[in-house]
C-alpha cells in the first residue's frame, strides 16, 4: 500500500484454525500489515500465535472494555464484538499505527458490485489499491467510518435493498469499518452494536457511509461455531432487533427478513434518524 | 419528493415507484426551493401523548421529570424537512442547527466532490483488471 499509516485488525474469538479472511484478503491481493484481535477471555490465544506470530496477536482486557459500554441489557454477557471493535482505538493507538479497518474473520470475497452498472462478475484482484483509494476518501472527508457493502445488500440484483431501501439517504455502516484514531467512537449495545452504533451516533452528527462499488460476502451467518454463533442461537434475533429500538425508538422499527425461514431484523426509517449533508452554498 | 441519490438522475419516490438509471451520485441532499412549515419538522404525536399521561398521574415530580425527557426520544423528526428549512432560515438559526447536528455541512465538497473521484478510481481499477472481458 501505498498509505503506510494503515493496517488491516481482524478481530475474532475462537477460530485460530478458520481465520478466513486472512486467506481472502491475500487472494485479493493485500500485501501490508495485518493484526489478529483477540480478548483474554479465548481459550485459543496460544494457538493463534502459533498460527499468525506473538507479534501480530493482539490482547485486549475483554473486561475492562466491556466496563466503559452500555450494553444494551443486564445479561452480563461479553459474547459480543463490541469490545473487540472498540478496542481497536486504543490498540492503534498504542500501535502507532492512525489508519485501520476492522474486519470479522469470516469474508470470503470481495467482490466488485456497481461499476456504472449492476454487476456481479470479478472479484477484487488488488485490494492493496482499494484500501488506498477507499483511505483517500476518508481522510479527506470527515467521515468517522466508511464501511464495504455486504453480499446481502445486493439480494433482488438492481432491485436490491441497497438502492431502493436505504442507500439514497442511508449512512449505514456494518461488517468492516475503515477507522482513525483522530475520529474516535464507541460501540454500543452488546447486539447489533454496529446498527446501534451508526443509528445513535448517526442522529448526532456522526457520518458513517457504505461504499457500494465494492461488496464483501462472509460465511452464512450463524452457520459455523465461535464467534457470535452461539449468542445469536440463545437468543434469536428478537433481543438483537429490539436492542437499537429501544436505543432509538423514534425510527426504529422491527419487521420479519428472509426468504424460507424468516426471522426478526431492524427496520430504519432514514430520513428520520440522520441528518442529512447538504451543500455549503445553503449556509448564510 | 426530491432527493438526490447515490444511482439516479431521477426523483426518487418514498413510495419507491420509480425506475433508477444507477448512475452514481454522492450521497448529498438538495433542499427544497419551498421553506417548509416549522411544525413540519417534527411530530411529536407518541411523545404528547405520554406526557399527557405522564402529568396526569400521581407519581413523583422527579420521576415524571425523567419520565418526560424520555418520552421525547419518541418525537419524529423529518431530516428532509429540516434540511428544507435549514436553506431557508436566518443565519442565527443556521447556527443553531448546525450546533445542534440537524443538518450537515459539506464544506469544500469534500464529501461530494471526493465520492466523484472514488468511484472513478474504482472504475479504472476495475477495468484494468477486468478490461478484456467487457
Known amino acids: 500500500m501505498k498509505n503506510k499509516d494503515f493496517a488491516v485488525f481482524i478481530i475474532s474469538h475462537g477460530r485460530p484454525d478458520n481465520v478466513v479472511t486472512y486467506k481472502t484478503l491475500k487472494k485479493c491481493g493485500y500485501s501490508d500489515r495485518i493484526y489478529y484481535i483477540v480478548d483474554n477471555e479465548d481459550k485459543t490465544i496460544e494457538q493463534y500465535k502459533k498460527n499468525f506470530g506473538d507479534d501480530n496477536v493482539v490482547i485486549f482486557d475483554k473486561k475492562a472494555i466491556a466496563d466503559k459500554v452500555d450494553e444494551g441489557n443486564n445479561f452480563d454477557d461479553r459474547k459480543t464484538t463490541t469490545h473487540a471493535r472498540n478496542a481497536c482505538f486504543e490498540i492503534a493507538e498504542k500501535l502507532d499505527i492512525t489508519y485501520f479497518i476492522v474486519l470479522d474473520d469470516d469474508y470470503i470475497n470481495f467482490r466488485y458490485r456497481f461499476i456504472d452498472k449492476y454487476t456481479t462478475k470479478g472479484y477484487v484482484k488488488n485490494l492493496d489499491v482499494f484500501f488506498d483509494i477507499m483511505l483517500e476518501y476518508f481522510i479527506k472527508s470527515s467521515f468517522h467510518s466508511i464501511a464495504f457493502a455486504q453480499g446481502g445488500d445486493f439480494i433482488d440484483g438492481e432491485s436490491c435493498g441497497l438502492i431502493t431501501n436505504y442507500l439514497y439517504i442511508s449512512r449505514k455502516c456494518m461488517n468492516s469499518f475503515i477507522c482513525s484514531t483522530e475520529r474516535p467512537f464507541q460501540f454500543v449495545g452488546q447486539l447489533n452494536e454496529d446498527v446501534n452504533t451508526y443509528v445513535t451516533l448517526g442522529s448526532k452528527g456522526y457520518l458513517f457511509l457504505t461504499v457500494p462499488f465494492i461488496g464483501l460476502e462472509q460465511l452464512q451467518t450463524q452457520g459455523q461455531s465461535g464467534g457470535m454463533t452461539e449468542a445469536y442461537l440463545q437468543f434469536g434475533t428478537y433481543c438483537k432487533s429490539f436492542t437499537t429500538v429501544m436505543m432509538h425508538p423514534s425510527s426504529v422499527k422491527v419487521s420479519m427478513m428472509g426468504f424460507t425461514s424468516k426471522r426478526l431484523h431492524h427496520s430504519i426509517k432514514w430520513k428520520n434518524t440522520i441528518p442529512l449533508i447538504i451543500n455549503e452554498k445553503y449556509k448564510k | ?77 423529518n431530516y428532509e424537512k429540516i434540511a428544507d428549512y435549514y436553506a431557508h432560515a436566518s443565519k442565527e438559526v443556521q447556527e443553531f442547527m448546525e450546533q445542534s447536528a440537524l443538518v450537515i455541512i459539506d464544506f469544500e465538497k469534500a464529501i461530494q466532490g471526493g465520492y466523484v473521484r472514488l468511484c472513478e478510481n474504482i472504475k479504472q481499477q476495475y477495468l484494468e483488471e477486468y478490461q478484456d472481458e467487457e
Do not use: C, W
Not at chain 2, 447515490?6 to 425506475?19: A, L, P
Not at chain 2, 418526560?68 to 426520544?73: L, M, N, Q, S, V
Open chain 2, 1 to 77: 419528493m426530491k432527493q438526490q441519490n447515490m444511482f439516479s438522475k431521477k426523483e426518487v419516490s418514498e413510495d419507491k415507484e420509480e425506475k433508477y438509471s444507477l448512475k452514481i451520485e454522492a450521497p448529498i441532499y438538495e433542499p427544497k426551493n419551498k421553506k417548509p412549515f416549522i411544525l413540519e419538522l417534527y411530530d411529536k404525536s407518541k411523545s404528547s401523548i405520554l406526557i399527557n399521561q405522564i402529568n396526569g398521574s400521581n407519581i413523583s415530580s422527579e420521576e415524571k421529570e425523567f419520565l418526560i425527557e424520555a418520552a421525547k426520544r419518541h418525537t419524529v423528526f
